[in-house]
């Protein structure tokens, strides 16, 4: 089921607007003006969408679930600027990343939506109740759904719908943008569970289907040349292509890449399929400052800037002089970017991106190519440093950092700093 937003009654006379005119007035907005101009009728809103694709990402903060109301914030990079959007149909939800300019948002009675945030088209997919190993639910005592699962082992476990919201899922993919009059090409490819397995479906499906693969535990997932690619823990990658029934026809052997402590990113860029290394390490908040923002905001004046609030100088988040806190950051200190070789099967190591841009999150990637855009941002990676946590008695706070990785001198530059006790979600990129 598709839910667009309701529409407006138009005023004739800005329907008629000739288009070759309205792309001459579009070329000289930024995304929020761009946003504001699709506001205005639905003939404006159509014509605004191709326009918008050539736009940087907007970065989604984190925002409190307790709140309910439905208000976000957004970071642009063009203008360095903080901006608040509205979006009522992700009240409440659990978003879990962005692909091809949809969030994928994890509601209340297990109800899963593609949403567009800036045209707030909404597609349904289906519940959380329906993945392979969810053997049914039912509703607790307390008021609240349960549901049952087949553990690794065979065994039934219970869990509650927060835990089913917030960590059941890991990642989604999709292998093109839907349209919402028509959705039955794309396909939504997600990893689930304690072991991380692959199920997918189409957004008029009744239930989510298993993909099988020789193993599990699957940290990054894409689509590249129409087939699904998964790369596991020891860096196995497994390509898959997915019909109506899925095949696993080509399974590429472990990567003999080893250098400490990192992350795996898949990216698909001008028909190479690319793997991003990210070196991270563990560090004591006591080992010294961290690196100099460029904006000079922490991420909380930013929403109270972006409300039109005063910001409060004094306020601090938590006690840093407590001994019962033990702060540790887990702070990116830089990339290593391979492509592979399909015929020999083997990781072959970039120095350069040349003129792509990539933008890079916990839960989701994308790539853009920097000659479309005013300034050169070129052979950069913009990410965020979304694993660091301050652990105390009673709750998880969470330290965020936009950066900036300079591929040609292997520097990095910090945008702004987010210091709060809102760690779920963490900062999304969402496309225009």
Same mark, same amino acid.
């Given at each position: 089921?598709?839910n667009?937003?309701?529409k407006k009654?138009?005023?004739s006379g800005?329907?008629q607007?000739?288009?070759?005119?309205l792309?001459?007035?579009?070329?000289?907005?930024?995304?929020?003006d &761009?946003?504001?101009?699709?506001? %205005?009728?639905s003939?404006?809103r159509?014509?605004? +969408?191709?326009?918008?694709?050539?736009?940087?990402?907007w970065? &989604?903060l984190p925002?409190?679930?307790?709140?309910?109301d439905?208000?976000?914030?957004?970071?642009?990079?063009?203008d360095?600027?903080?901006y608040?959007l509205?979006?009522?149909?992700?009240?409440?939800?659990?978003?879990?990343?962005?692909s091809?300019?949809?969030?994928?948002?994890v509601?209340p009675?297990?109800?899963?939506?593609?949403?567009?945030?800036?045209?707030?088209v909404?597609?349904?997919?289906?519940?959380?109740?329906?993945?392979p190993? %969810?053997?049914g639910?039912?509703y607790?005592?307390?008021?609240g759904?349960?549901y049952?699962?087949s553990?690794?082992?065979?065994c039934?476990?219970?869990?509650?719908?927060?835990w089913m919201?917030?960590a059941?899922?890991?990642?989604?993919?999709?292998s093109?943008?839907?349209?919402?009059s028509?959705?039955?090409?794309?396909?939504?490819?997600a990893?689930?569970g304690?072991?991380?397995?692959?199920a997918?479906?189409?957004?008029?499906?009744?239930?989510?289907? +298993?993909?099988?693969?020789?193993?599990?535990?699957?940290?990054d997932?894409?689509f590249? &040349?129409?087939?699904l690619?998964a @790369?596991d823990?020891?860096?196995?990658l497994v390509?898959?292509?997915i019909?109506y029934?899925s095949?696993v026809?080509?399974?590429m052997?472990?990567?003999t890449?080893?250098?400490?402590?990192?992350?795996e990113?898949?990216?698909s860029?001008?028909?190479?399929?690319?793997?991003? @290394?990210? /070196?991270?390490?563990?560090?004591?908040d006591?080992?010294?400052?961290?690196?100099d923002?460029s904006c000079?905001?922490?991420?909380? /004046?930013?929403?109270?800037i972006?409300?039109? $609030?005063?910001?409060d100088?004094?306020?601090?988040?938590?006690?840093? /002089?407590?001994?019962? $806190?033990?702060?540790?950051?887990?702070k990116?200190?830089g990339?290593?970017v391979?492509?592979?070789?399909?015929n020999?099967?083997?990781?072959?190591r970039v120095?350069s991106?040349?003129?792509?841009?990539?933008?890079?999150?916990?839960s989701?990637?994308?790539s853009l190519p920097?000659?479309?855009?005013?300034?050169n941002?070129?052979d950069?990676?913009?990410?965020?440093?979304?694993?660091c946590?301050?652990?105390?008695?009673?709750h998880?706070?969470?330290?965020?950092?936009?950066?900036?990785f300079?591929m040609?001198?292997?520097?990095?530059?910090?945008?702004?700093?987010?210091d709060n006790?809102? $760690?779920?979600?963490?900062p999304?990129?969402?496309?225009?």
């Open positions: 089921m598709i667009a937003p309701p009654a138009a005023t800005w329907t607007i000739p288009d070759e005119l792309i001459m007035i579009m070329q000289k907005l930024t995304l929020p &761009m946003i504001r101009f699709g506001c %205005v009728c003939s404006w159509s014509a605004s +969408a191709p326009a918008r694709h050539g736009k940087l990402p970065l &989604m925002y409190d679930t307790l709140a309910n439905g208000a976000y914030g957004f970071f642009s990079l063009y360095q600027q903080f608040k509205q979006l009522p149909e992700a009240a409440g939800a659990r978003i879990h990343g962005s091809h300019g949809w969030l994928v948002t509601h009675e297990s109800g899963i939506h593609l949403l567009h945030p800036f045209s707030r909404r597609i349904q997919l289906p519940s959380l109740s329906t993945f190993d %969810v053997l639910t039912f607790s005592n307390e008021g759904i349960t049952v699962l553990s690794s082992k065979g039934r476990a219970e869990y509650g719908f927060k919201r917030d059941y899922i890991g990642k989604f993919t999709l093109s943008s839907p349209s919402p028509s959705s039955s090409d794309c396909i939504v490819v990893t689930y304690e072991r991380r397995k692959l997918f479906c189409r957004p008029w499906d009744n239930r989510w289907t +298993a993909v099988k693969t020789p193993w599990d535990s699957y940290e997932i894409i590249h &040349m129409g087939r690619c @790369l823990l020891q860096r196995r390509v898959c292509h019909g029934s095949r026809f080509e399974i052997p472990p990567s890449i080893t250098c400490g402590s990192q992350w990113y898949l990216m860029r001008a028909g190479e399929l690319m793997m991003i @290394l990210r /070196d991270v390490k563990w560090i004591s006591a080992d010294g400052p961290g690196r923002c000079g905001l922490s991420g909380n /004046d930013a929403m109270d972006a409300n039109n $609030n005063e910001v100088e004094s306020d601090d988040h938590y006690d840093r /002089d407590s001994s019962d $806190n033990d702060i540790f950051l887990c990116t200190v990339f290593k391979y492509k592979l070789d399909f020999s099967r083997r990781w072959i120095k991106l040349g003129n792509t841009m990539v933008f890079l999150c916990e989701n990637l994308l920097a000659c479309h855009f005013d300034r941002r070129g950069h990676i913009y990410f965020i440093d979304d694993s946590d301050t652990y105390t008695r009673e998880r706070e969470g330290v965020y950092e936009l950066c900036a300079k040609v001198d292997q520097t990095i530059e910090t945008y702004f700093r987010t006790q809102m $760690n779920m979600p963490t999304i990129w969402a496309a225009p």
